[in-house]
């Protein structure tokens, strides 16, 4: 059985490199997106099993991503999880409305996420 795919959103090197690290020490496949567009991109390229995805980003913000995903029928299947620093209720709210599985505020444990990652793919 191949390992799930993950694809990882976030404009920040930094944290793009530390999710790399942590979703690959989980057992994952990962690919990296710099920005909304490139995500959506790789989306549609690399059919990941699951987006780890980042809200404020250049292009496209995460928002607009999730809502594209969901708008197209081959991709709206894509499981996403949202990241961001802003924790609003209104944000959450809308995170939900547009369809994510699941809404992550930073700073998140590590752990947090990897149990996230795995109860979303498991649905």
Known sequence: ????????ADDEPNILI????????????????????????AVARE???????DV???????????QALRADEALAATKVV???????DTDVAKGQ???????????FSTRELVTTVAQVLSR
């Open 1 to 8: 059985m191949s390992r799930p795919k993950v694809l990882i």
């Open 18 to 41: 530390s999710l790399e690290f942590l979703m690959k020490r989980a057992g994952y496949e990962v690919i990296l997106a710099r920005d909304g567009q490139e995500a959506l991109d």
């Open 47 to 53: 059919r990941p099993d699951l987006l780890l995805l």
């Open 56 to 66: 404020m980003m250049p292009r496209r913000d995460g928002f607009e991503v999730l």
């Open 82 to 88: 949202l990241l961001t620093a802003r924790g609003r």
């Open 97 to 107: 409305a547009l369809g994510a599985d699941a809404y992550m505020t930073k700073p």
